[in-house]
């Protein structure tokens, strides 16, 4: 699995690209005009969009598969992490200055085959592997930085079966369809506060 290369600039590129398309829905303009960006930035990419506020999720929307170019798809998931995540009310403006934004650039999914099912555990590599189980119709996804919250295996799966809508021990008794990726992830407090 290649993981995508982005240099510092292109990620703190995105960070504001995030940071501005939630701003602007506030209609809060920024004076600076973003220089166009690089033509790695246009290329497609599959990414998540995970908001906190002190270190607690606040939404988090993203796509596995790439259809439409990075900076755009960092966009969508921005606002959507911000307006559409269930989970949560929609964000305020209040709530806006205390947000940080983390993104994450996800390398394509590869299918892991397996016949037994308590052999699943064996097969991912925690703080390394994002996990996609799929089950009739049903589909949910653990980006690797839940492993720093989960970080057994097996009770990363309960967790994700929970999360997919069903029994959390549904991967003991059945083999699942499974697929993993890697992340370049990136956070505001790391390239943007000192600026």
């Known amino acids: 699995m290649e993981i995508r290369d982005l240099n510092d600039e292109e990620k703190k590129y995105l960070l504001k690209v995030a940071r501005r398309a939630l701003e602007e829905q506030f209609g809060i303009k920024s004076p600076h005009e973003l220089p166009p960006p690089s033509e790695s930035l246009l290329q497609p990419a599959a990414t998540f969009v995970t908001l906190t506020i002190q ?21 969508e998931h921005a606002l959507a992490a911000a307006f559409q995540d269930f989970r949560f009310p929609p964000l305020t403006k209040e709530e806006l200055p205390l947000i940080e934004i983390e993104i994450s650039v996800l390398t394509k999914p590869q299918h892991i085959d397996y016949n037994q099912p308590l052999d699943l555990p064996s097969l ?7 996990v996609v189980l799929s089950w009739r119709g049903r589909r949910a996804t653990f980006l690797p930085q839940v492993w720093h919250k989960i970080s057994d295996p097996r009770e990363f799966l309960d967790h994700l079966c929970m999360k997919m809508g069903t029994d959390p021990h549904l991967w003991r008794r059945e083999v699942l369809s499974v697929s993993i990726y890697h992340v370049i992830e990136f956070r505001e407090r790391e390239y943007l506060r000192a600026e």
Do not use: F, H, W
């Open 124 to 130: 991912l590599k925690p703080y390394e592997d994002g």
């Open 55 to 75: 270190g607690e999720l606040r939404g988090c929307v993203g796509a596995l598969e790439a259809y439409q170019p990075l900076i755009e798809d960092v966009k």
